[in-house]
Structure formats: structure tokens, C-alpha cells
């Protein structure tokens, strides 16, 4: 496949404690599948300088595309901006566009502005702007590198508004097929299948349900005719066990 | 806090396409958070030996602990043990001790021994097993890397039998106030309070509840007289607000 590849990088101790669950990568890992683009890595780090700073650099370099989560509120601990701006070596301050954006949103709603709110405008130089349709504060895109809110509704709405930004590549099919077989009786088989179809990916998901183990295999790629077939012969191969 | 750190390293092509969400990165977050291990980053890759040998590296190399979940089942995308072995420079085989546990499990349930479950007695030299009480198959111990199967039960019984071998540090506490009032308007007092208890971190996880905004704030530490006392002059500054 020569599909965009794509990293994320979350941020945020509450995730790492425990405390939190993220559920923003499973978001995102779903729509880039959609929009043909391989998510390969993902890092999880904590609300420190340098670890963000160095999970952006490393990432950035090895990827079409970086989505980070996380860090772009008004409290101290966001600091999510500035590293960013630090690993793309980019300056950033309060920028007019951004601070509008949230001063029309604050007046609205009759909310003040301080200087905690305005540290939400800080945006590199050089950033385009992600729309935040529920709270304002925007996220942005530098380079290769799109900087997300955390809260899950916030982040799925930017997704939303910039994933039709962003060139994708074929839409990866797949096809999922149950076998009520442990792992162990279907290795040899399927691996014979996944040489003979070079192209397309088999992975296979054990499960145990009622005391017994199964698995799913899901066969995966861009030519849906290779998928087919592929299907084809591993349901032939373990019969009444498929389905 | 000197506590010991550690890092973890989720392998799987499906978590990474979003066809499943994992849930062994926040269990074993909140078994480290009670064992007084800092868990400060986390990795996730696809079954590509490439990305699994560097991830290794890397994270053991900056950790005291690593640990690592999926992988390590009989089909050809269960590369986990021998990607491990490289990453240590530790040649593997299959090992009699782990194919003894297999023979025994297998003869029990009257299932054939075949070459596909030989794979899973493949341990590196100089490791220890992790037991499976679920389905006999070891994890293992190379150096400060603690190997695990990806399956979600299998995951947590295989942290609950190696944690209390591994040496914790304090346990760190944590107080949450709830404060009914935006970020942007709590951030400069808790950036005061953040400063003034040094040995404390404070994090804010904002939410939107009602269609009004709020945020937790949790101090976490490992002086329980620091942390009472930062509680209380938190919730002191937003009076009814907190909660």
C-alpha cells in the first residue's frame, strides 16, 4: 500500500495515571481507516516539555501526517502551543485571528476575558486554524502537524472539519470472518493464505465466548477482487467453523 | 517523586486501524498509579518487526520497567517474543519449561500439539514466565521487559501475578475537587496554587456538563499533609463552586 501514513500523539497525564480513558484515538484510528490513511504509531505522554517536544519532532519526521490531543486549554498545563511551536521551530504569540475568534464567542455568552482565556490564542506563526465549533479556542495546523482539543467532542468536531482537508489515499477494505476455531488449528492455514495473497493483510483476533476459543480473521486491502477471493478460500478451508 | 517509571508498548494492527479499542493501556495505568509506578509514556505500533524491535529499545533503554501487551499467539502475525529477543540481544527457541506448561494444558483438554502452539513455547534465553492461569501460553521477563498477552483477561491475570514482584514506590495520592466554573476562569489561581506546592502536580480536566463548562481538578502527590492542605485552599477559593 502506498497510502499516507499518519501518527497521533495524546497528551495528558490524566490518561497516563489512569485516571482518564482516552477514547480520541479510537476516533481518529476509525476515520483515517475510512479515509485511507495508515495510522502506524501512536505515544501517549505526559504534560511535559520535553517529552512532548521530542514525541512532535520524531513523529512529524517519520509521518505524512501528526494529530496530537490535548494541552490547548487556559490552565498551566497546557502547554501543548508552545512545544509544538518549539519542535517545528516556529515563533508564537497571541495571534489577532485566534483571539478575535474567542473574544466574539466570550461576548456573546457574556464571559470574560483574561488573561488565562487569552493564552488559547497563542497560535505559532505560520499555523492555518481549526475551527472549534463548540468552545472556540481553535486548534491548528503547522506543517505536517495538526494540534487538537482532548475533551472527545471538541476533537472529533475538528477531525471532522479537516480530515476532507487532507489527501487521502484508496479506502482500505476489509472483510471479517468468524471462526469458531482456537488460533492454535488455523495458524498453518492462514498463514499459507496470507503468502499467497502478498497484497493483502490477514490478522487474526482470538476471542474465547462460553469457554471455547475462536477467532476473527480480518482480511484487509485495496483490491476489493483479491478480497474476495481470499475470503473465498479461508471460508472453504474451515467449512461449518466459519462464519 | 523518585518513583520507578515505566513505559508501555501496545502492538496490533487492530488497534492501530480502529477495528478494536484497547483497554489494556488504562488497566495497567491504574495498577501502576497504585503501585506507586509512574507509567510516562506509551507506544502503540502495528505488527511490524521494525517498529516493535525499535519500540523495545527505545522505551527499555529510557524505563525501569517495559511492558508490552499482544502479540505473542500462534498465528504468522504474532511476532512479539521474537521481535523482544532481537531487541535484547537474546537468541530464542522454543523452550522446554514453556513447551512443558503447552503439553500439560493441551493433554488436558485432549487438543493436538502442532506447530502453530509450538510457536508460543518460543522464549528468549534467560527470561522468566509470566503465568496464564487462562490459557496456559507464558508471558515472559526479559531484563525490564515484562511481555503479555494482548487478550484482555489474559492481559490483567498476567499483571496481577508479575506486579508485586517488581518493586513500587510510594503510593501517589490524589484529592479531586469539582469546580463548577470554566477553565478560563480558574486557571490563574490554580497556576498560584501549582507553584506554591511545588512537590504537587495539579491537573485540570475540563468538561462540559448541562451545556455549562466545569473542570476536576486533582492534585496528586505523596504527602498526604500537603495534599489535605492544597484541597482545602482550593476549595476555599471557589467556595461554592467546588465541590
Same mark, same amino acid.
Given at each position: 500500500m502506498t497510502n499516507p501514513t499518519a501518527a497521533m500523539l495524546v497528551i495528558g497525564d490524566e490518561i497516563l495515571s489512569g485516571r482518564t480513558r482516552d477514547s480520541n484515538m479510537h476516533h481518529l484510528a476509525g476515520r483515517l481507516t475510512e479515509a485511507g490513511i495508515n495510522l502506524t504509531e501512536v505515544r501517549m505522554v505526559s504534560d511535559d516539555r520535553t517529552a512532548i517536544v521530542d514525541g512532535v519532532r520524531a513523529l512529524a519526521r517519520k509521518h505524512d501526517h501528526l494529530f496530537t490531543s490535548g494541552g #490547548?486549554? @487556559?490552565?498551566?498545563?497546557? #502547554?501543548t502551543a508552545d512545544c509544538v511551536a518549539e519542535a517545528m521551530n516556529a515563533s508564537i504569540d497571541v495571534r489577532s485571528d485566534a483571539r478575535a475568534i474567542l473574544q466574539a464567542h466570550y461576548d456573546r455568552q457574556g464571559i470574560e476575558m483574561n488573561a488565562a482565556r487569552l493564552r488559547m490564542a497563542r497560535i505559532p506563526d505560520g499555523a492555518t486554524l481549526i475551527n472549534n @465549533? #463548540?468552545?472556540?479556542?481553535p486548534g491548528f495546523t503547522i506543517g505536517n502537524v495538526h494540534v487538537m482539543a482532548g475533551i472527545p467532542a471538541i476533537f472529533e468536531a475538528m477531525v471532522a472539519s479537516i480530515l476532507p482537508m487532507i489527501a487521502g489515499g484508496d479506502p482500505v477494505l476489509s472483510e471479517s470472518v468468524r471462526i469458531d476455531r482456537a488460533e492454535g488449528d488455523i495458524a498453518a492455514r492462514l498463514s499459507e493464505l496470507a503468502d499467497e495473497f502478498a497484497n493483502l493483510s490477514f490478522g487474526s483476533y482470538p476471542f474465547r465466548q462460553n469457554g471455547r476459543y475462536g477467532a476473527n480473521v480480518v482480511i484487509r486491502g485495496i483490491e476489493p477482487q483479491q478480497i474476495i477471493q481470499a475470503t473465498a478460500r479461508l471460508r472453504a478451508a474451515f467449512g461449518d467453523d466459519a462464519s
Open positions: #490547548i486549554g @487556559p490552565t498551566h498545563d497546557d #502547554i @465549533p #463548540i468552545s472556540a479556542a
